[in-house]
């Protein structure tokens, strides 16, 4: 059933970056559609039921500098995922508990305190024309909502096609890692390595490079010695699949990542455990053990 839309919310400031986001578009592989969707799917889902909405819901995903809404009807809100400091037209309000929005009220998230991609659901979902089944922006294809710029309006959906929110009361949000441990299922090109490689991707300290974003997480540290240095041609790539390009430094692919690559995969991380990757900040110690 397609929600029916009821109102909007205007964006005030969109911050460095803020997408909508929802479970995303799987199934889609084939066709050379990555899957995107929001990259912490445990707080956007948390938040959605904080508002009584369905976990799938499409919410805002913001990164590291938070972002600000204006609602045109008064609407209940969360902002989860990274902790950051909520205001309502100025005044502090909870984060990650259910809060009231009046109609003009702007609803601010201010920069991640921890962790880095903080999560606002609203009562009713945002509805913004879904492309393949999905609301979620995909930054490598470009399919679904742009990222958001100062002024866009975003429809809201009808909170009374929702449940009820659950009882107010203390939720537990996970905290941002202080370190990242992901656990590794050998890949489908390991053998192209030394065995000196291997030992190193599961025994080295690594870090969260900056130049990670929704595609990737990329690491810094050293670097991983292939036994084979002939052209891979082009084959299927997974959520989680760690891609090794020519610098030597491991590369775990997040939620818009390319469907093809050329470079090896040396390991694959479980889905489950990448939650924690889209908050772990630059500079983060990362280590890969066996799973």
Same mark, same amino acid.
């Given at each position: 059933?397609? @929600? ?7 964006v005030i400031r969109a911050g460095a970056l803020t997408t909508v986001q929802d479970a995303g578009r799987p199934g889609w ?12 799917? *445990? ?12 976990? %799938?819901?499409?919410?805002?995903? !913001? ?11 008064? =609407? ?8 950051? @400091?909520? !205001? =309502? ?24 305190? !921890? ?22 922006? %995909? ?5 679904? $909502?742009? /990222?958001?710029?100062? #002024? ?5 959906? %009808? @909170? ?9 009361? $203390? ?11 992901? *656990? ?37 540290? @050293? ?9 891979? /041609?082009?084959? #299927? ?20 990542? *390319?469907? !093809?690559?050329?470079?090896? =995969? ?15 900040? $630059? #500079? ?8």
């Amino acid at each position: 059933m397609t @929600p029916t839309v009821v109102s909007c919310l205007v964006v005030i400031r969109a911050g460095a970056l803020t997408t909508v986001q929802d479970a995303g578009r799987p199934g889609w592989a084939h066709l050379g559609v990555g899957r995107a969707g929001a990259l912490d799917g *445990p707080a956007a889902r948390l938040a959605n039921r904080l508002v009584g909405n369905p976990p %799938d819901a499409a919410v805002l995903e !913001t990164t590291l500098t938070g972002c600000a809404v204006r609602p045109d009807r008064p =609407v209940v809100a969360v902002v989860g995922g990274a902790g950051c @400091p909520v !205001t =309502v037209d100025g005044r502090p309000v909870a984060w990650g508990e259910p809060v009231r929005v009046p109609a003009g009220g702007v609803l601010d998230a201010g920069p991640a305190g !921890t962790g880095l991609r903080s999560y606002l659901a609203f009562a009713g979902g945002l509805v913004p024309d879904p492309v393949l089944g999905s609301r979620s922006a %995909d930054l490598l294809s470009g399919l679904g $909502p742009a /990222p958001l710029s100062d #002024g866009d309006p975003l429809p809201l959906g %009808d @909170p009374a096609e929702c449940g009820p929110p659950p009882p107010a009361g $203390p939720v537990p949000w996970p905290g941002a890692p202080a370190e990242l441990v992901l *656990p590794v299922h050998p890949g489908p090109r390991h053998d192209w390595f030394t065995e000196a490689a291997l030992r190193t991707l599961l025994t080295a300290a690594y870090r969260v490079s900056p130049q990670s974003n929704r595609i990737g997480l990329r690491t810094q540290g @050293p670097v991983l010695e292939r036994s084979r240095t002939e052209e891979l /041609p082009s084959e #299927g790539m997974v959520l989680g699949a760690i891609q090794v390009p020519p610098d030597g430094r491991p590369v775990v692919f997040l939620n818009d990542h *390319p469907t !093809t690559g050329g470079y090896p =995969v040396v390991g694959v991380v479980p889905e489950r455990a990448l939650a924690a990757a889209a908050q772990a900040v $630059p #500079g983060t110690r990362l280590r890969f053990v066996r799973a």
